[in-house]
């Protein structure tokens, strides 16, 4: 198991704020919970969901949080017919996945996304190519399914470790931030 970072992303954290006030949030492949808390501070109602009911145990008594134990690979959606005000998913990338993250979106929600690309495998872990985005991968996904990308990185990063990522954060709608 990759080791997990215990502070936000940065990138969560800058885009976290556009998610619709008191929309429900999905925090996919949510490990230990750092994202989790971040949306719950913001006042959103959180479900996380990862597989490891260890991770999730430390998400007990978290104000505003329910847990959902589930293995996204091998089981069913259990997010079929809901819909969420803002989707976060980082470290992970499983892509039969995607088109259901991208229907579980409601309107005028904000996906957030970071994950490994080709050339990780330089850096160590991931390094299996069905673990690591091509290039412009999330974002050609986004477009084609008429997502608005508010914005978009690729390319090499030294922290919190040295990696190789992709960073999304698209919009379902026209939505815009109430004062811009």
Known sequence: MLSEPIDPSPWVRRFAPLIPAGGEVLDVACGGGRHTRLLAALGHHVEAVDRDPAALARLSGVAGVTVRVADLEHGAWPYAG????????????HRALLPLIEGALADNAVLI??????????FGRPSNPD?????QELL???????LRVLAYEEGEVAEPKPAVVQRL???RGEWLRPGS
């Open 113 to 122: 996304y970071e994950t490994f690309m080709l050339g990780n495998e330089r």
């Open 131 to 135: 673990f690591l985005l091509r290039p």
């Open 140 to 146: 050609q996904l986004a477009q084609a399914a008429g």
């Open 82 to 93: 809901r819909r969420f005000a803002g989707i976060v998913v980082t470290n992970y990338l």
């Open 169 to 171: 954060c698209a919009l």
